[in-house]
């Protein structure tokens, strides 16, 4: 699912556990706050990290925001929401560390080499 099934970010969650569905959050670090992003994929690394990845929509939206502007705040945004649910996670106890380094590489790498083969 691209873009993290947005607006559905939440009603997803249970899809995500059949075994062809994965998503990526790309476009969601475009469209709504770290924060924001940073709870809902807090959700879905509790119950299937292994098949969420980062995306970043890069595309030239106006003269104003073209592809690179856009790639790297989507990059910077996707990035911090990823920290903050990390964050979060460790705060609270659910992960050490090491998961917490082993989840961000996951998601910002190895799910989609893990998906597509590479």
Do not use: C
Not at 14 to 20: R, V
Request: aromatic share 10%; net charge negative.
């Amino acid at each position: 699912m691209v873009h993290g099934g947005w607006p559905y970010t939440r009603e997803i969650t249970p899809l995500l556990e059949k075994p062809n569905a994965y998503l990526d959050f790309s476009a969601q670090s475009l469209l709504i706050s770290p924060a924001t992003l940073g709870g809902i994929m807090r959700e879905w690394l509790e119950h299937v990290p292994e098949k969420v990845m980062f995306g970043t929509d890069a595309y030239p939206y106006s003269n104003e925001l073209g592809w690179e502007e856009s790639g790297w705040i989507a990059a910077h945004n996707g990035r911090e929401a990823l920290g903050r649910a990390l964050t979060a996670m460790l705060r609270h106890g659910d992960i050490t560390h090491a998961r917490a380094v082993e989840l961000a590489r996951m998601v910002l790498r190895d799910n989609a080499k893990a998906l597509y083969g590479l």
